[in-house]
């Protein structure tokens, strides 16, 4: 008999605001999850590893405008498209993750590949490039990134004079966008991925959250896998995706009591809005957000789909 295995994502913590949410959108954003999750799943009914499942659902995720990452990344103050991805696995503590490139059509891809190929666990900027023409990646013009959404976010945001998370219409209104994954697999394998555009109107050369291993990623066997999202500068400062992990390990929290213990404990008395998906050794799959929605879904063990957006469902 199999093993269980199970899967679950998200597309960023805040929504869309549900008065500005058209059904076709609506829709269009459940189609590209529910992609997501089976990109995923497929792998792991496969026999696959946790590894490759996430990076497949993330790399769904990757290639749709209507996340912030990978095709649909926000821009920076220069109107470019910089972007980090991390990837980690839970049986040996691997690692590989990426910052600040502006070419790679698949960012999560790379990190893999320096996880497998490098013997680094972190590269940034041309250094990331280079390393990725080297491993036989194609150079993707910024042009492919470019959406016009993005574009008028940066001009409001900048007029602003502010940064702000992917999908504010307003600096103060904060939402985000970054993409991520968690997974079980059929050999007992927990592995965390996040890839991110960053947020709009960043100076060039800010890392977020995302790459950052124990702030946005983190993944060990026999306790948890976490993928954040969320103004990065409040994740890493409380070192969030860490602080579910420990929690778990040393008071021995389950999976939801760690997860909403730092989202809507100190990281929200802090001021830092956002959430994260966590999955324990079991395959089961926690969402926790202190902002209005997050576009979320999850396979559990039995093969059951949820896929939900707001807060509220
Ligand atoms: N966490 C990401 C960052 O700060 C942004 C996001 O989640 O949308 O780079």
Known sequence: MAKPFSIAIHGGAGTILREKMTQALHDEFLLQL?????????????????????????????????????RGSVMTSQEMVEMDAAIMEGRAHNVGAIAGVRHI????????????DSEH??????????FAFKQG???TEQDYFFTERRYEQLM???????????ESEYPDDDKHGTVGAVALDQQGNLAAATSTGGITNKQYGRVGDSPLIGAGTFAENGN????????????????????????????????????????????????????????DANGQAHFSMNSSGMYRGA?????NMVIKIYADE
């Open 224 to 279: 948890v896998a976490v993928s954040c999202t969320g103004m990065g500068e409040f994740f890493i400062r409380k070192m969030v995706a860490g602080d579910v992990a420990a929690r778990m390990r040393y008071l021995g929290e389950d999976v939801a009591t760690a997860c909403d213990s730092i989202i809507h404990g100190e990281l929200k008395r802090m001021g830092g809005e956002g959430g994260l998906v966590a999955m």
């Open 156 to 166: 409001r945001v900048r007029q602003a004079g502010q940064c702000a998370l992917s």
């Open 121 to 130: 666990v972190f590269l940034i900027g041309d250094g990331a490039e280079a």
């Open 105 to 116: 059509k698949n960012p999560i891809q790379l990190a893999r590949q320096v996880m497998q």
């Open 34 to 70: 529910e992609a997501s999750l089976c990109a995923g799943q497929a792998v792991l009914a496969q026999g696959g590893s946790a590894v490759d499942a996430v990076v497949s659902a993330v790399t769904v995720l990757e290639d749709s405008p209507l996340f912030n990452a990978g």
């Open 299 to 303: 396979i559990d063990t039995l093969g």
């Open 137 to 139: 990646y194609v150079f």
